[in-house]
C-alpha cells in the first residue's frame, strides 16, 4: 500500500545514503515502489522479461532501466499522486522534435536534490553570487535548470545574482566588478552564449567560476568539448571550465571536476554503462557504451533511466560523456510505444 509514512521513509534515505550497502538496501526498496506503483515502469519491466519475479532482485546492477524516450510519449510517475509541476526537454535536437514532459509531485524533493548536490561539489550558496546567462532556457516556462537556478539565487540571497537574456554588456560590466571586489562568483552559462560573450568581452577571471550547461543549441556551430573549453579558458585566462551532467528526466545533477571533463556523481546518483550491442549487459570500466543513471531523488517519477548518451566510467569513479547514442532503444521499448 502506497502511504504517506513509507514515502517519507524513503525520501528521508536518500541523503543519508553514504555507502554502496546503503545506496543498493534503498534502490532496492525505490525498485518494489516502481514495480508495485508505476504502472509504465512496471509494464515495460515485464515487456523487457516476461515472468520476472521483483523478488528476486537482490542489486542495483539487475533492475530494468526505463529508455529515456518513454518520457515523451507516456506519463511517468508513480499513481496516485497531485502532480505539481512539470519539466519539459528543449526540444532543440531537431525541428519538431517531440519533446520530454518530466510530471513532479514533489518540487521540495528536486530543491533537496539540487541543493545538497550544489553543497557536496561546492560549499553554501550563499558564499556566491550566481548569474545565469541562458537565454534560450529562459524563453522556456517549464525548464528544471531555470528552476534550479532560480533556487539558487535564493539561497545565495546576493541581491546581485540574477539572469542574463542577452545583455552581453551588462553582463560583462557585472563580472567585472565583482572581480574587483574579489567576490565568489559562479557563472552559469549555455556554451553558444558563453562563446559569445567570450569573442565580445575577454576578461582574466580570478574569482569566477564558469559552468556550462550544454551544448550550441543550433545557435552555433558545434565544438567538441576540449574544444569549446579550450577557447573559453583562453579568453577567461583560467585554467578549467566546469560542467553540469544533468536532464529534465531527472533530478539530480552530477559535475565535472579536474579538468572539466569528468563527472562525479553526488552519494544518492549512480552511472552504469551499457554494452552498446548487448543494452542489458553492462561494459568493464574504461570501455564505452550507453549511459544508465540511477537517481535516486528521483523515486516519484522513474530513477532507473537509460539516457541515449555515450560514455565510460573512468579508474578514479568519475565518468564521462562522449556524444549521443544512437540506436540505443533497449528491448521492450516499442511496445510501450502507442
Known amino acids: 500500500m502506497l502511504t504517506k509514512p ?6 528521508s534515505r536518500i541523503f543519508q545514503t553514504r555507502s554502496e550497502e546503503t545506496f543498493n538496501a534503498l534502490a532496492l526498496d525505490i525498485f518494489h515502489l516502481q514495480w508495485e506503483h508505476n504502472p509504465v515502469y512496471r509494464h515495460f519491466a515485464q515487456c523487457l522479461s516476461p515472468g520476472m ?10 533492475i530494468p532501466f526505463l529508455p529515456i524516450e518513454l518520457f515523451k510519449t ?32 514533489d518540487l521540495d524533493l528536486y ?22 546567462l541562458l537565454p534560450n532556457y529562459l524563453e522556456q516556462p517549464h525548464s528544471s535548470l531555470i528552476y534550479m537556478m532560480k533556487g539558487l539565487i535564493a539561497q545565495s540571497g546576493q541581491q546581485e545574482s540574477g539572469f542574463y537574456l ?52 543550433g545557435r552555433r556551430k558545434e565544438l567538441l568539448k576540449e574544444e569549446l573549453h579550450q577557447i573559453l579558458c583562453s579568453a577567461f585566462q583560467i585554467g578549467a571550465i566546469h560542467s553540469e551532467y544533468g536532464m529534465c528526466e531527472l ?3 552530477a559535475y565535472s571536476v579536474g579538468d572539466g571533463l569528468r563527472f562525479q556523481c553526488p552519494p544518492w546518483m549512480k552511472i552504469l554503462i ?6 542489458l549487459q553492462w561494459e568493464e570500466d ?31 569513479g568519475s565518468f564521462s560523456v562522449l556524444g549521443r547514442f544512437d540506436n540505443s532503444d533497449i528491448r521492450g521499448c516499442n511496445l510501450m510505444v502507442d
Open 6 to 11: 513509507l514515502l517519507e521513509n524513503l525520501k
Open 274 to 279: 551499457r554494452q552498446s550491442q548487448d543494452p
Open 166 to 217: 542577452y545583455e552581453r554588456d551588462k553582463l560583462a560590466a557585472k563580472l567585472q566588478e565583482l572581480e574587483t571586489r574579489g567576490q565568489k562568483t559562479m557563472l552559469f552559462g549555455v556554451s553558444y552564449a558563453l562563446l559569445d560573450l567570450a569573442e565580445s568581452y575577454p576578461m582574466p577571471l580570478r574569482h569566477t567560476t564558469i559552468l556550462e550547461t550544454g551544448g550550441m543549441k
Open 74 to 105: 507516456q506519463k511517468v510517475m508513480i499513481e496516485g499522486l497531485p502532480v505539481q509541476d512539470y519539466f519539459m526537454s528543449s526540444g532543440t535536437t531537431s525541428q519538431g522534435a517531440v519533446q520530454s514532459r518530466h510530471y513532479l509531485c
Open 53 to 62: 519475479d521483483p523478488a528476486r532482485i537482490k542489486h542495483y546492477r539487475q
Open 286 to 316: 574504461g570501455r564505452s557504451g550507453g549511459i544508465n543513471v540511477i537517481d535516486l531523488g528521483n523515486m516519484l517519477s522513474c530513477p532507473f533511466i537509460a539516457t541515449q548518451d555515450l560514455g565510460r566510467l573512468n579508474p578514479d
Open 251 to 253: 533530478l539530480s545533477q
Open 111 to 132: 530543491e533537496k536534490c539540487f541543493s545538497q548536490a550544489f553543497r557536496i561539489f561546492w560549499g553554501e550558496p550563499s558564499r556566491y553570487v550566481f548569474l545565469a
